[in-house]
T-cell receptor, first 114, second 110 residues
Framework: GAVVSQHPSRVICKSGTSVKIECRSL??????MFWYRQFPKQSLMLMAT?????????EQGVEKDKFLINHASLTLSTLTVTSAHPEDSSFYIC??????????FGSGTRLTVV | DAKTTQPTSMDCAEGRAANLPCNHS???????VYWYRQIHSQGPQYIIH???NNETNEMASLIITEDRKSSTLILPHATLRDTAVYYC???????????FGKGTRLHILP
């Protein structure tokens, strides 16, 4: 079936640094990908919609200058958390529409900012 | 906002059928009902989806009421590995964003 590969699975970074998370569609092309954030014991919260070749669409309250999204090809979207702070520590998940199975999700990235 | 309401948590004995309800009383005629589950610290996993008719696959069955205002996900023989949070979602277009509600935390009891 369709697979979305997300890397890294875990990352620890220092406050003030930037972290890039990659989301790849392995055997299909994804013109649209979605980025979510999930805090402990909470549901997934949609951050932004990533569109290949154009600017991402951010949900209300999500800082676009802090969470940079790039979707330069039909198989790769990246989320860069800039100037990370401890409150950015969270579980980040990407997804893409695959057709018959609806949306496929990546395995997630656990970000810890120290 | 999510268009669905689900019980916060449910218990089910191992080997029994787990029936997870979902209310989507404001669903539109062209919106599908999707079910996903999330096992701890993993990305959500697709289970099943349907529009009007009941659906069955190797994982589960989906029963949608005739008025489409509610549905039930059935895991026929629950195992400990089915312990997860189950999300019921309605959506329309292929690129329509998915908004997650709080889901149902299913505990399978040995």
């Amino acid at each position: 079936g369709a697979v979305v590969s997300q890397h890294p699975s875990r990352v620890i970074c220092k406050s003030g640094t930037s972290v890039k998370i990659e989301c790849r569609s392995l055997d299909f092309q994804a013109t649209t990908m979605f980025w979510y954030r999930q805090f402990p014991k909470q549901s997934l919260m949609l951050m932004a919609t990533s569109n290949e070749g154009s600017k991402a669409t951010y949900e209300q309250g999500v800082e676009k200058d802090k969470f940079l999204i790039n979707h330069a090809s039909l198989t790769l979207s990246t989320l860069t958390v800039t100037s990370a702070h401890p409150e950015d520590s969270s579980f980040y998940i990407c997804s893409a529409y695959t057709g018959t199975a609806g949306y496929t999700f990546g395995s997630g990235t656990r970000l810890t900012v120290v | 906002d999510a268009k669905t309401t689900q019980p916060t948590s449910m218990d089910c004995a191992e080997g029994r059928a787990a029936n997870l309800p979902c209310n989507h009383s404001t669903i539109s005629g062209n919106e599908y009902v999707y079910w996903y589950r999330q096992i701890h610290s993993q990305g959500p996993q697709y289970i099943i989806h349907g529009l009007k008719n009941n659906e069955t696959n190797e994982m589960a069955s989906l029963i949608i009421t005739e008025d489409r205002k509610s549905s039930t996900l059935i895991l026929p023989h629950a195992t400990l590995r089915d312990t997860a949070v189950y999300y019921c979602i309605v959506r329309v277009d292929r690129d329509d964003k998915i908004i997650f509600g709080k889901g149902t935390r299913l505990h399978i009891l040995p």
